[in-house]
T-cell receptor, first 117, second 112 residues
Framework: AQKITQTQPGMFVQEKEAVTLDCTYDTSDQSYGLFWYKQPSSGEMIFLIYQGSYDEQNATEGRYSLNFQKARKSANLVISASQLGDSAMYFCAMRESVFSNDYKLSFGAGTTVTVRA | DAGVIQSPRHEVTEMGQEVTLRCKPISGHNSLFWYRQTMMRGLELLIYFNNNVPIDDSGMPEDRFSAKMPNASFSTLKIQPSEPRDSAVYFC??????????FGDGTRLSIL
């Protein structure tokens, strides 16, 4: 079964507007972590933001914030004030059992964001 | 700080040839991961190491693929013999314990 689901294959957003990228996850663990990565057309994978399942507040990192809804098992990424350089593929990923020595991530299929001028 | 360094950046070779991809993780990181990215299958974890020891190789597609980590600063992923369906972008990533993984720029592999 898919552990990470990203239902939006592609999105368009106007420059300076905010965009929300959906991510839902499936786990029976109580302790897990959620990550978002950005992959521009040049191909590299860039870490953006992390949310732990026990974190009381939603993670924020500059223009990136995470709308974490534990009961719904969703961890949506919000990019505020979009810039042309935000055009990229965005991946949601999960690590289960964060207190174990198992550090592997499960990735979603990704969402392509295109920012329009 | 130097990031994860992968070589080569691009590799084009003929079917049947041996391919070796190399990775130098970030200094101090104790976990290393090999991923493969294709349009059809997305980003797949092939194998990962903790403290130079392979922990999970369940993603390695078949015996033609092998990976080694002889020391904390170097890892290889080898495909022998290579096939056209192995064409993909191969990423190496490293992390320190449960910190976020940092990725290299990837190796774009084309098997003709």
């Amino acid at each position: 079964a898919q552990k990470i689901t990203q239902t939006q294959p592609g999105m368009f957003v106007q420059e300076k507007e905010a965009v929300t990228l959906d991510c839902t996850y499936d786990t029976s663990d109580q302790s897990y972590g959620l990550f978002w990565y950005k992959q521009p057309s040049s191909g590299e994978m860039i870490f953006l933001i992390y949310q732990g399942s026990y974190d009381e507040q939603n993670a924020t990192e500059g223009r990136y914030s995470l709308n974490f809804q534990k009961a719904r098992k969703s961890a949506n990424l919000v990019i505020s004030a979009s810039q042309l350089g935000d055009s990229a593929m965005y991946f949601c990923a999960m690590r289960e059992s964060v207190f174990s020595n198992d550090y592997k991530l499960s990735f979603g299929a990704g969402t392509t964001v295109t920012v329009r001028a | 700080d130097a990031g994860v360094i992968q070589s080569p950046r691009h590799e084009v070779t003929e079917m049947g040839q041996e391919v070796t991809l190399r990775c130098k993780p970030i200094s101090g990181h104790n976990s290393l991961f090999w991923y493969r990215q294709t349009m059809m299958r997305g980003l797949e974890l092939l194998i990962y190491f903790n403290n130079n020891v392979p922990i999970d190789d369940s993603g390695m597609p078949e015996d033609r693929f092998s990976a080694k980590m002889p020391n904390a600063s170097f890892s290889t992923l080898k495909i022998q013999p290579s096939e056209p369906r192995d064409s993909a972008v191969y990423f190496c990533a490293s992390s320190h314990s449960n910190q976020p993984q940092h990725f290299g720029d990837g190796t774009r592999l084309s098997i003709l």
